[in-house]
T-cell receptor, first 114, second 111 residues
Framework: NAGVTQTPKFRILKIGQSMTLQCTQD?????MYWYRQDPGMGLKLIYY???????DKGEVPNGYNVSRSTTEDFPLRLELAAPSQTSVYFC?????????????FGPGTRLTVL | GEDVEQSLFLSVREGDSSVINCTYT??????LYWYKQEPGAGLQLLTY?????DMKQDQRLTVLLNKKDKHLSLRIADTQTGDSAIYFC???????????FGTGTQLKVEL
């Protein structure tokens, strides 16, 4: 199993550009998550999904959109990139949403908006 | 509101014990977690503790929970250079599935 994979690893965007961060998991997990990690800060939840076709906002959803058309994929879209979105983005998945359901993290995408 | 705080840095010598501390504010926390993040990688769950427990031991890792003071610690015995990483504590409040992460403690292990 590859686990959780994310592409790209790095990206530089200009203000106002758009892009999609890709996330795929091959563990047949129902739950998937997008987090952002700002320098010196903990992770903050952007969006999550409890299954194909179902998504919900996390703590910091503004400026982002997600979709979950399949169990495996959970792309995160930035429509109008802003410098405040410079961050490292992590995708994660878990079998269920219970407290002992381990979240498995991808390696992250480092995004810089100039 | 929810807030989780950690000291930013810790430096220890190889073979010594490391103790990483965390304080949280949400009294409804049910589970508390420790994650490890190695350079360039995602977070990896190390261990977790349920809020009705005081201690949990797993090989070289010992988690202590003082619920009265809302204080959580992670002790790593016989710290090795491979333990150098950033360690995050996280809490899960009530019945929700949202995790609140601390700012992370960077552990540096020196020879």
């Amino acid at each position: 199993n590859a686990g959780v994979t994310q592409t790209p690893k790095f990206r530089i965007l200009k203000i106002g550009q758009s892009m999609t961060l890709q996330c795929t998991q091959d563990m047949n997990h129902n739950y998937m998550y997008w987090y952002r990690q700002d320098p010196g800060m903990g992770l903050k939840l952007i969006y999550y999904s409890v299954g194909a076709g179902i998504t919900d906002k996390g703590e910091v959803p503004n400026g982002y959109n997600v979709s979950r058309s399949t169990t495996e994929d959970f792309p995160l879209r930035l429509e109008l990139a802003a410098p405040s979105q410079t961050s490292v983005y992590f995708c994660a998945s878990s079998h269920g949403g219970g407290p002992t359901d381990t979240q498995y993290f991808g390696p992250g995408t480092r995004l810089t908006v100039l | 509101g929810e807030d989780v705080e950690q000291s930013l840095f810790l430096s220890v010598r190889e073979g010594d014990s490391s103790v990483i501390n965390c304080t949280y504010t949400d009294s409804s926390s049910t589970y508390l977690y420790w994650y490890k993040q190695e350079p360039g990688a995602g977070l990896q769950l190390l261990t977790y503790i349920f809020s009705n427990m005081d201690m949990k031991q797993d090989q070289r890792l010992t988690v202590l929970l003082n619920k009265k003071d809302k204080h959580l610690s992670l002790r790593i015995a016989d710290t090795q250079t491979g333990d150098s990483a950033i360690y995050f504590c996280a809490e899960r409040a009530g019945g929700g599935n949202k995790l609140t992460f601390g700012t992370g403690t960077q552990l540096k292990v020196e020879l």
